[in-house]
């Protein structure tokens, strides 16, 4: 119904999203892991703690993006459905919009869930990318 523009709805709240996340993941992982094996830990207690670091700190900074891509996108369906202008221009308004009028917490909203749902994949995906590197002979860290 939309075209072209209604397919790429969005993406500048997503490409967003997915550089936090990539860079905060990968970087705390790296460095929790680091600093837990100088302080004793090894193996799969190692491993299991960093990577729930690790999905801990993708929560802290991927929420407010996830608050305002789903905002964001939200608004737009809701404008072209009801024919209304859409209340977002961009994700940055939505956390312009949402700071002023609720405050800095309300990008936050949802981090338990999300957090719920990062905790357990991100530790599987380390597990199993420390195992395939220790399978091909490299070292992950």
């Known amino acids: 119904k939309s075209g072209i523009r209604g397919f790429w709805l969005g993406v500048g709240p997503n490409v967003t999203r997915a550089a936090l996340l990539g860079a905060t993941k990968l970087a705390t ?31 802290v900074t991927v929420c ?29 308004d939505v956390v312009r ?5 609720d405050g800095f917490a309300s990008l936050y909203r ?15 995906q380390f597990i199993v990318w420390e195992n395939l590197c220790v399978l091909c002979g490299t070292n992950a860290v």
Do not use: C
Not at 97 to 101: N, W, Y
Not at 110 to 124: E, M, N, Q, S, V
């Open 110 to 124: 949802g981090a338990f869930p999300l957090w719920l749902r990062a905790a357990p994949y991100t530790t599987i």
């Open 64 to 92: 407010p993006a996830d608050f305002a891509r789903t905002r964001y996108m939200s608004s737009a369906h809701f404008a072209e459905q009801t024919g209304k202008a859409p209340e977002f221009s961009s994700g940055f």
């Open 97 to 101: 919009k949402a700071v002023a009028k």
């Open 29 to 59: 992982y790296d460095e929790a892991k680091i600093r837990l094996a100088n302080l004793g830990l090894q193996g799969l207690p190692l491993l299991f703690v960093s990577s729930m670091m690790a999905g801990a700190a993708y929560v």
